[in-house]
């Protein structure tokens, strides 16, 4: 696990989780966190490496990308629940913080497992923050009780997790009453922006106040 403690020096009083994308590490994603500390000062920013080593032979993954369908998507999805679940529930604990101080960012696979994952906790965390994502087991998302806020941004010409999942999620969680906002850019492959790092500090920021 990789982290960088609050910019203002004190004791964290949030916490904010980065979840990297297929054949990644937590490495990468922690090189976000003070882009976004400005915003959230009093945050602390964790970044793992997802459980299982990618099979593409380099970084890691949170589920299997050798078969590019639904059901294995979810099976997936389903595996890496409680192994990252349990680690949310690890890290809470080691900084005596509540779920609704903790909000999910995630990239790619990283905001997949972070909608799933996020949508499901006992208690409704902050948020999550899903860059250049999709929604995995829309059918199953909760309907009650408090909802987290969601931001989905995502590249129009993304060729690794085409535009239209960005805007399958916002219909399928807008159904839902989910507290949704995002946008698409324009010229963005399958990346994050600046446009991408100034939307989602002021989303942070928003809803840790």
Known sequence: MYKKGPLSGGVPK???VLLHGYGSNGQDLIS????F???VPDAVFVS???PFPCEAGFGFEWFSLEQRTPAKYLEGAQA?????????DQILNEYNL????MALVGFSQ????????GLRRVSPIAGVLGYSGALIGADSVPNDGKKPAIYLIHGEIDSVVPVEAYHQARAELGKKGYPLSGHTSAHLEHSIDGEGIESG???LSEIFN
Do not use: C, R, W
Not at 80 to 88: E, I, K, S, T
Not at 98 to 101: A, G, T
Not at 110 to 117: D, E, I, Q
């Open 98 to 101: 509540s779920n609704e101080d």
């Open 110 to 117: 990283g905001t997949m497992v972070s909608l799933y994952t």
């Open 14 to 16: 949030k916490i904010v």
């Open 48 to 50: 793992p490496d997802a």
């Open 80 to 88: 890496a629940h409680p192994v990252l679940d349990g680690y949310l």
């Open 201 to 203: 500090s002021k989303f």
């Open 32 to 35: 976000l966190a003070p882009y």
């Open 37 to 39: 500390q400005p915003a």
